[in-house]
């Protein structure tokens, strides 16, 4: 094709391709174990596929309705309520969404306005910034840091003005595996408390949590649900990343302007795959078995750690592992995430990449949602550096 003669403003000009799409396609080309980018190496229930095959041979493969169709919006009440003790309206209160990246895109775009203010934490899962710039928003920064990323409520109180549209908080966090707990959810409330502001709640890794902690999602919090809009994803609780499903809750006037949106949107979410989901998640073991399931990984891989160089950080949920790397080397996190696949073969992300002014505390997230044969193969190699 030829070369475009329109010239181009560009509403991202800082925004090149996702690092994710950038280190698995660097792990591939060298043949490196891929721990960089969040997604399993393993299979998923075939149980899920066989429920999502019957539903296309019954014919389940027209439009769905908009909001999804309403046995998952009823299996979804279901675990909600037993998980969080609150009771959603199906018709009302939750939308199937394309993953949990469509959730926060639609949301941002249907309440944020040009001019706005919109707070998240820092590192910051790297599709928030984007979506809030492309409606015009502005993001401002809190800080999480090193080494448990705990939030801080003073900064945050700090941050607050009268043009804060939104929070935007991740529990538990990508990258570094921190935790909300009840009395952030308690600050949150108390600084959120008498005005505007909408708290759009990234839940994806809700069943990832370990050392027996509880997530505490804000739709079980009954001050902060009725300011928040809640996202999961099934990509993440049953292994299937690259369905894009998941959904969103919120009270019925956030989820009226939600729908306004997500209806021009994506319209809808593929329907086989709703009916497979909806069927497989009333068996309430798949979704509260997977924080025990992923402990194994994780302590499967710090074991596979332990006499390496890297110096682990704490590690309360998520699928991804934080280290250190200062007694291997001084280069740049980038630069040592691209050695440590060219030369060491095992590729890594580097958490510069949540930061938007590439802050550089030498660390870099490792993804432990692998076979144990993959993450023992990456251990071999890793203590060697
Ligand atoms: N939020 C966080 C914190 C994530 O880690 C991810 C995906 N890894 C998403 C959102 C996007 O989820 P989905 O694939 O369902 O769009
Ligand atoms: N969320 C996944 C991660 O953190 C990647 C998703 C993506 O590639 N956009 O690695």
Known sequence: MRPSSVAIDSKLPKVGTTIFTVMSR??????????SQGFPDFQADTALFDATLRAMREGRNQYPPMAGVPELRAAI???????YGVSCDLDHEITVTAGATQAIFTAIAALVRGGDEVIVFEPVYDSYVPAIECVGGTAVYAQLSLPDYRPDWQQLR??????????????PHN?????????DLEQLAELTRGTDIVVLSDEVYEHIVFDGARHHSLAGHPELAARSLVVS???KTYHITGWKIGYVLGAQELMNEFRKVHQFNVFTVNTPCQIGVAEYMRDASRHLGLAGFYQQKRDFFRAQMRGSRF???????????????????????????????????????????????GHDDR??????????????????????V
């Open 175 to 183: 990258p570094s595996g921190s935790l909300l707990d009840a009395s």
């Open 311 to 357: 110096e682990l950080l704490p590690c309360r949920g998520s699928y991804f592992q934080l280290a250190r790397y200062g007694a291997i080397s001084d280069l740049p996190d980038r630069e040592f995430a691209c050695w440590l696949t060219r030369e060491v073969g095992v590729a890594v992300i580097p958490v510069s990449a949540f930061n938007h002014d």
């Open 26 to 35: 660097l792990a591939a080309d060298c043949g490196a174990i891929n721990l």
């Open 158 to 171: 700090s941050l607050l003005g009268p043009r804060t549209r939104m929070i935007i908080v991740n529990s």
């Open 363 to 384: 660390v870099v997230r490792f993804c432990f949602a692998k076979q144990e044969a993959t993450l023992a193969a990456a251990g071999d190699k890793l203590r060697r």
């Open 233 to 235: 994803s099934f990509g």
């Open 77 to 83: 009440a279901e675990k909600v309520a037993a998980l």
